[in-house]
């Protein structure tokens, strides 16, 4: 077998990832930036500041694009069987439903991942740039890494920025800053994704919902049937169970609780 052969799609997203994110940074450090006065007058805290949230974003990209993100197991673990058991008991006002793909039993939210290959519980969205999915366990995660991404973006953005010199003749400045000057273009490209992504999924964690929910309510069985989301709890218990997983429950049992609220609401 070749050595290339070896290499998968992932590894190969995951070093170009890892080789940009240095590059970037090596030209930063390189060409007359801030970061280069502020090494000449000794003022190193705030060169080891940028090099300490380049490597925390770095490893927040590589825990996020590895980890599990929640895949349904084919086998359910005894705790899991428990816990179908207690589902089971709460009568639901729509089957689960057992995936095509994979023949396992969906829980609520869950979706099949024809990338991974895998159904994953509170399905988000399959990223390309992550070779993984968003979903339950790892989503928190994800959101922390693009805040912390667009915050190294912004600074790099701003140290691009401060070493453009553009009273230089034109040939002049073009071989001396071309480098600099296409690393600014980049990180404005990439400044504008990441803030559009963590606007829209800031907004997702408030109203608890996900990405392939938001898109695709008309094709999804337990939100076509409803006029609203039945799984939003108000913004403070919103943040709080994706972030801290509080309050706990089932989603079938939420669904089955805000069925039950309407219900008494139109009887009354």
Not at 18 to 41: C, S
Request: charged share 15%; glycine share 6%; hydrophobic share 45%.
């Amino acid at each position: 077998m070749a050595p290339w052969a070896l290499l998968s799609h992932g590894v190969l997203v995951r070093t170009g990832h890892t080789v940009l994110t240095w590059g970037i940074t090596l030209v930063l450090f390189l060409h007359d930036t801030a970061l280069r006065q502020w090494e000449e007058q000794g003022e190193l805290l705030l060169p080891l500041t940028f090099l300490l949230l380049v490597l925390g974003s770095l490893l927040l990209y590589l825990a996020v694009s590895l980890m599990d993100p929640g895949y349904v197991n084919v086998q359910p673990q005894p705790q899991e069987e428990a816990k179908e058991e207690q589902t089971a008991m709460v009568p639901q006002a729509i089957p689960l439903r057992r995936c095509r793909f994979c023949m396992v039993l969906q829980p609520l939210r869950a979706r099949h991942c024809r990338e991974c290959r895998r159904c994953v519980r509170r399905y988000d969205h399959h990223c390309p740039w992550m070779e993984n999915c968003v979903g339950e366990r790892n989503h928190p995660l994800f959101v922390a890494y693009l805040a912390l991404q667009l915050a190294v973006l912004l600074w790099g953005l701003y140290l691009a920025w401060s070493g453009l010199h553009f009273f230089q003749p034109w040939g002049l400045w073009l071989r001396s800053s071309g480098l600099l000057f296409a690393t600014f273009l980049l990180l404005s490209l990439f400044s504008l994704v990441a803030g559009l992504l963590l606007a829209s999924h800031l907004y997702l964690v408030a109203s608890n919902t996900t990405t392939w929910e938001f898109m695709s309510s008309h094709r999804i069985a337990y939100l076509r049937q409803r006029p609203g989301n039945p799984f939003d709890r108000g913004l403070t218990r919103n943040v709080a169970h994706f972030f801290c997983g509080w309050p706990s429950g089932s989603w079938e049992t939420l669904w089955v609780e805000e069925e039950e609220k309407e219900g008494r609401s139109q009887a009354v």
